[in-house]
């Protein structure tokens, strides 16, 4: 098993596959998932002659399960420790939901020639959570509910929620792969409640409108219309018009999980903007 060690000494569990010469790609996974759930892309772009990269966020998967750490900035940190490690340059960085959080906050601080260019899929910025700031957010009480959830019976929990919301089973005439729901369990109980508990925090109430500012690589926003987890009208939009260099592809009646569901269609994309 491929791993770094932290500045903290927190071990980061990562994948690195293809040419060391040929151009990285890295992707960030949601909330409480791990770098499997990119399984489609890595063999997608793999296949293409990329070289793909994923790590499970501390707290996640097989990386170590963290009690502190669990915030954003953190996250970049680790992110950068990676990077740094692997030498990367000139990366792509694919972010999904909490993992776009994670990769706007890296790439508005990444060393110079680390990053060409940056896609948010399904992704929690510019900010979750309502506020007067932020009246179209959702309610600090939904992420209490999932708060609750997690303490409460974290397994059901990590049952019901790609049953429903997350991958649009819930929906009539949902083409529903008990596949997909029980990968999404297995991942989501591989990582520590504390970390994950933590975690629900720093996707929901971190504020990602300067990083968005500061950006200035390529970037393609890529939204569902019918994302249950991370309403559309509040990200996707928003974060493109904040972003300098920004392209928003939005996806009618696709859900959150689309980069699983709809693999067949968001991969191309993909790699048409990565070429592009």
Same mark, same amino acid.
């Given at each position: 098993?491929?791993?770094?060690?932290?500045?903290?000494?927190?071990? !980061?569990?990562?994948?690195?596959?293809?040419?060391?010469? &040929?151009?990285?790609?890295?992707?960030?996974? /949601?909330?409480?998932?791990?770098?499997?759930?990119?399984?489609?892309?890595?063999?997608?772009f793999l296949m293409q002659g990329y070289r793909?990269? &994923?790590?499970?966020?501390?707290?996640?998967?097989?990386?170590?399960?963290?009690?502190? *750490?669990?915030?954003?900035?953190?996250?970049?940190?680790?992110? &950068?420790?990676?990077?740094?490690?692997?030498?990367?340059?000139? &990366?792509?960085?694919?972010?999904?939901?909490?993992?776009? /959080?994670?990769?706007?906050?890296?790439?508005?601080?990444?060393?110079?020639?680390?990053?060409?260019?940056?896609?948010?899929?399904?992704?929690?910025?510019?900010?979750?959570?309502?506020?007067?700031?932020?009246p179209g957010g959702l309610p600090i009480e939904?992420?209490?509910?999932?708060?609750?959830?997690?303490? @409460?019976?974290?397994?059901?929990?990590?049952?019901?929620?790609?049953?429903?919301?997350?991958?649009g089973f819930n929906r009539p005439g949902a083409? !529903?792969?008990?596949?997909?729901?029980?990968?999404?369990?297995?991942? *989501?109980?591989? /990582? /520590?409640? $504390?970390?994950?508990?933590?975690?629900? $925090?720093?996707?929901?109430?971190?504020?990602?409108?300067?990083?968005?500012?500061?950006?200035?690589?390529?970037?393609?926003?890529?939204?569902?219309?019918?994302?249950?987890?991370?309403?559309?009208?509040?990200?996707?939009?928003?974060?493109?018009?904040?972003? $300098?260099? @920004?392209?928003?592809?939005?996806? $009618?009646?696709?859900?959150?999980?689309?980069?699983?569901?709809?693999?067949?269609?968001?991969?191309?994309?993909?790699?048409?903007?990565?070429?592009?």
């Amino acid at each position: 098993m491929a791993t770094i060690k932290t500045a903290d000494g927190t071990e !980061i569990f990562y994948k690195d596959w293809g040419p060391k010469t &040929a151009t990285p790609i890295v992707f960030h996974h /949601g909330w409480p998932l791990t770098a499997d759930d990119w399984d489609s892309q890595m063999m997608y772009f793999l296949m293409q002659g990329y070289r793909v990269i &994923a790590h499970d966020r501390r707290g996640h998967g097989r990386s170590t399960q963290t009690d502190t *750490g669990n915030e954003m900035d953190t996250y970049a940190a680790d992110v &950068a420790a990676l990077t740094d490690h692997l030498d990367l340059k000139g &990366a792509i960085h694919v972010g999904h939901s909490t993992g776009g /959080g994670e990769v706007a906050h890296y790439v508005a601080r990444a060393k110079p020639g680390r990053v060409a260019k940056m896609v948010l899929i399904g992704a929690v910025p510019p900010v979750m959570v309502k506020s007067e700031k932020n009246p179209g957010g959702l309610p600090i009480e939904v992420f209490d509910g999932i708060r609750a959830g997690v303490l @409460a019976n974290r397994a059901q929990l990590y049952i019901d929620f790609p049953t429903g919301p997350f991958y649009g089973f819930n929906r009539p005439g949902a083409k !529903i792969s008990q596949g997909i729901i029980d990968n999404w369990y297995r991942q *989501g109980m591989m /990582g /520590g409640i $504390k970390a994950h508990y933590d975690c629900i $925090k720093a996707f929901s109430e971190t504020d990602f409108t300067e990083d968005l500012k500061k950006i200035t690589v390529p970037s393609l926003v890529m939204h569902g219309d019918d994302d249950q987890v991370v309403p559309y009208a509040d990200s996707g939009p928003l974060s493109a018009k904040l972003l $300098k260099n @920004a392209t928003l592809k939005t996806y $009618k009646g696709f859900p959150h999980g689309m980069a699983t569901t709809h693999a067949d269609v968001i991969n191309p994309d993909l790699l048409a903007f990565i070429k592009g």
